[in-house]
């Protein structure tokens, strides 16, 4: 684990070398207002509906392997703010089952 920013924490595999991109788990806290349909950059893919842990939110992924690693993304109200949360999941590391578990989806 090591925090991201001042208001963020990634949990990386064990070893990893904990640059900017090497596979982690990503949550971070946003001071801004979520909005529902839109994600907060453009992958190119569907904004679909997610309930975590009883918190409607949303859910996205980038469109094809991105260089080096391809995410999924989930946003969440929380709170006046906004928790995006961010997982590699491929092409060679998929820590999503991982993300998964953490949430209870």
Do not use: C
């Not at 207002?33 to 904004?47: C, K, M, N, P, R």
């Amino acid at each position: 684990m090591k925090l991201v920013d001042t208001l963020g924490v990634g949990f990386y595999p064990p070893g990893s070398d904990t640059d900017l991109h090497t596979p982690a788990i990503k949550l971070r806290f946003l001071d801004q207002s979520y909005t529902a349909g839109i994600s907060l950059f453009d992958t190119g893919s569907t904004v679909t509906p997610i309930s975590v842990g009883g918190i409607a939110g949303q859910k996205y992924q980038d469109t094809e392997f991105s260089i080096p690693n391809q995410s999924i993304y989930i946003k969440l109200p929380w709170g006046d703010g906004l928790l995006p949360i961010e997982s590699t999941m491929g092409p060679t590391v998929d820590l999503t089952p991982q993300l998964m578990e953490m949430l209870k989806w």
